[in-house]
């Protein structure tokens, strides 16, 4: 499978913004999706993920309440919806996707990645 972010872009302080990852391949059902950021000059950090079902998400203790993550089988496709943006959450936004096993949270347990979509969030 391989994940393809999109969606970024230049929203204000406040805003709302829904971000797409569109997977190739078959099996995308098999496997759990994780989003990722990563801030210039920082490491990259967990933001969500979903289990393969759908049934299932995890979030950022930071993000709870604001970023929610949903998926569409059908589609081949992850959402992620943030709202009340802040500066802070300025990043490039990764989607990934993993196997059964291990954690949500980290980063090595992603088999797969795409490119990034770039967030900027003004103040």
């Known amino acids: 499978v391989q994940p393809q972010a999109s969606g970024g872009g230049l929203v204000q302080a406040g805003g709302s913004l829904r971000l797409s990852c569109a997977a190739s391949?078959?099996?995308?059902?098999?496997?759990?999706m994780g989003w990722f950021r990563q801030a210039q000059g920082k490491e990259r950090e967990f933001v969500g993920a979903?289990?393969?079902?759908?049934?299932?998400?995890y979030y950022a203790d930071s993000l709870k309440g604001r970023f929610t993550i949903s998926r569409d089988n059908a589609k081949n496709t992850v959402y992620l919806r943030m709202n009340s943006l802040k500066p802070e959450d300025t990043a490039v936004y990764y989607c990934?996707?993993?196997?059964?096993?291990?954690?949500?949270?980290?980063?090595?347990?992603?088999?797969?990645w795409g490119q990034g979509t770039q967030v900027t969030v003004s103040s």
């Open positions: 990934a996707a993993k196997g059964l096993g291990g954690s949500y949270s980290t980063i090595r347990e992603y088999d797969y």
């Open positions: 391949g078959r099996a995308f059902s098999s496997y759990h």
């Open positions: 979903i289990r393969r079902s759908g049934s299932t998400t």
